[in-house]
């Protein structure tokens, strides 16, 4: 099974970026769609974007659409969420995920392995 673990997140400025960072341990990542979820003290877990197994395909919430990309390394096996013009709103706990299907599907629900998470606060 594939157990994602990230890293990255820390404390940072309206405006500023971050880079979150997702390896997993026990096997490579190269035959997964990988996920970037967050979760805001009492809000439900969100969809922020995925990447397809091949890479070629990306997936945003409206929200981060232009401010965040997502990417996948396959020689380091690690997938990327870099996070631009960061807002308040975007304080979180971040969380990466991976399942064997689309990267169409967005509900947690259908992602089978996850990270313990990485807090990202934006103050403004």
């Known amino acids: 099974q594939v157990q994602p673990v990230e890293s990255g997140g820390g404390l940072v400025q309206a405006g500023g970026s971050l880079r979150l960072s997702c390896a997993a341990s026990?096997?490579?990542?190269?035959?997964?769609?990988m996920a970037w979820f967050r979760q805001a003290p009492g809000k439900e877990r969100e969809f922020v974007a995925n990447i397809a197994r091949s890479g070629g395909t990306t997936y945003y919430a409206d929200s981060v659409k232009g401010r965040f990309t997502i990417s996948r390394d396959s020689a380091k096996d690690t997938v990327y969420l870099q996070m631009d013009s960061l807002k308040p709103e975007d304080t979180a706990v971040y969380y990466c995920?991976?399942?064997?299907?689309?990267?169409?599907?967005?509900?947690?629900?259908?992602?089978?392995?996850w990270g313990p998470g990485t807090l990202v606060t934006v103050s403004s």
């Open positions: 995920a991976s399942r064997m299907g689309s990267a169409i599907i967005r509900q947690p629900g259908a992602y089978d392995y």
């Open positions: 026990g096997r490579t990542i190269s035959g997964y769609t």
